[in-house]
T-cell receptor, first 112, second 113 residues
Framework: KQEVTQIPAALSVPEGENLVLNCSFT??????LQWFRQDPGKGLTSLLL?????REQTSGRLNASLDKSSGRSTLYIAASQPGDSATYLC???????????FGGGTRLMVKP | DGGITQSPKYLFRKEGQNVTLSCEQN?????MYWYRQDPGQGLRLIYY???????QKGDIAEGYSVSREKKESFPLTVTSAQKNPTAFYLC????????????FGDGTRLSIL
């Protein structure tokens, strides 16, 4: 059974810092990996989706990488801002139905 | 505006009562999903549906039921058999293509009276 782990569980950084969030998964037979953002009491917003054949995806200040063989993904946030404060969730899809297995999330706080 | 609407935002359940959470989407998406989120944790899949009149159990389907009579709608019933229903419930939908992400509603918070 697929298991997804995110480290650290919480992170506090000063504004302007570059940071890396980590995600690991136990079964490398995945279709894709997705990163989401969740604000308190809200739903999830999709940030990046990496297909299993891809190594990375970029959107603005965000860059996500995927190393399928080692079961790892990282989300890199450049020049962090207070508005980046949220919980970041990693999820993997192991089948064509896109049923997702989620990690527990990393709660990020960016201090002004 | 296209999107996913979940209602109500907050819901309270009495002992022995069934309650139904609504999820409607106007994105013309084929697939719809229900997840449960407990405090400080990730999401767990309850049920999913890839086409109308068809749905499958996820990892934690016991005590829940769904229907998919229309493409736009995927209601979730939390039955009295679900002994620990207090959680944040999230509905999602997506186009049935590999490179497309799931889109989420704003959730329903269910509590026990």
């Amino acid at each position: 059974k697929q298991e997804v782990t995110q480290i650290p569980a919480a992170l506090s950084v000063p504004e302007g810092e570059n940071l890396v969030l980590n995600c690991s998964f136990t079964d490398s037979a995945i279709y894709n990996l997705q990163w989401f953002r969740q604000d308190p009491g809200k739903g999830l917003t999709s940030l990046l989706l990496i297909q299993s054949s891809q190594r990375e995806q970029t959107s603005g200040r965000l860059n996500a990488s995927l190393d399928k063989s080692s079961g790892r993904s990282t989300l890199y946030i450049a020049a962090s801002q207070p508005g980046d404060s949220a919980t970041y969730l990693c999820a993997v899809s192991s089948n064509a139905g896109n049923m997702l297995t989620f990690g527990g999330g990393t709660r990020l706080m960016v201090k002004p | 505006d296209g999107g996913i609407t979940q209602s109500p935002k907050y819901l309270f359940r009495k002992e022995g009562q069934n309650v139904t959470l609504s999820c409607e989407q106007n994105l013309n998406h084929d697939a719809m999903y229900w997840y449960r989120q407990d405090p400080g944790q990730g999401l767990r899949l309850i049920y999913y549906s890839q086409i109308v009149n068809d749905f499958q159990k996820g990892d934690i389907a016991e005590g829940y039921s769904v229907s998919r009579e229309k493409k736009e709608s995927f209601p979730l019933t939390v039955t009295s058999a679900q002994k620990n229903p207090t959680a944040f419930y999230l509905c999602a939908s997506r186009v049935a293509q590999d490179d497309q992400p799931q889109h989420f509603g704003d959730g329903t918070r269910l509590s026990i009276l």
